[in-house]
């Protein structure tokens, strides 16, 4: 019994949010935030949220990055406008292009894991945030279809890549540049 106790007490300590931490995820959520609502305004606007993703989760690693990320999406969920555009609202954390945002996730948590694994070296961190992207923009592009289809009817897959994929290819590609560059360059600031 003794040891049941104890090994459930050394899981949750490895879980323990310390209060660098917690300010950590704060900042990192603001940024993400503050991000989201520079916009480049071309056929299809740039923001500059997933830049601030990459770059929260290669500088401070899987757990902060990921919970940034998660109450980023939580907030704006439940209204407050910190999504693109300054919205909010479970509608667009839903809708159709609900699936990319929700994909931040993932490209949190592999771009973290491989900063916490490789420590912030360039070559892994590139990769991992190159893989992120494809996982984003796969997770995101299949929730878009099932959407739209629900919604409007059936769509074809070039259309949706047409639509939501290839605009944003080379401005996401340049946004993991600046990333992986401050993700390094800060990065050997960062302490924990």
């Known amino acids: ?38 916009s480049i305004p071309l056929t299809v606007p740039i923001t500059l949220q997933t830049f601030a993703v990459f770059a929260v989760a290669g500088l401070f690693g899987m757990k902060r990055g990921t919970l940034a990320v998660l109450v980023y999406l939580l907030l704006g969920g439940i209204g407050v406008p910190v999504l693109a555009g300054m919205t909010g609202g479970l509608d667009k954390i839903i809708g ?8 931040f996730v993932f490209i949190a948590l592999i771009v973290g894991f491989v900063s916490d694994k490789f420590e912030r070296k360039a070559l892994p961190l590139l990769l991992a945030m190159l893989l992120g992207l494809a996982v984003c923009y796969a997770f995101g592009t299949a929730w878009f279809m099932f959407v739209y289809a629900r919604t409007s009817g059936a769509v074809g897959l070039g259309t949706v890549l047409g639509w939501c994929v290839i605009p944003f290819i080379i401005p996401d590609c340049a946004k ?14 960062v302490k924990f």
């Open 1 to 38: 019994m003794s040891e049941t106790v104890s090994s459930t007490v050394a899981n949750r300590s490895k879980f323990k949010m310390t209060t660098a931490d917690i300010a950590v995820v704060a900042v990192s959520t603001a940024l993400i935030a503050v991000c989201s609502w520079i």
């Open 176 to 189: 993991i540049s600046c990333a992986l560059v401050v993700s390094n360059r800060v990065g050997k600031y």
């Open 96 to 103: 159709l292009t609900g699936g990319y945002l929700l994909g």
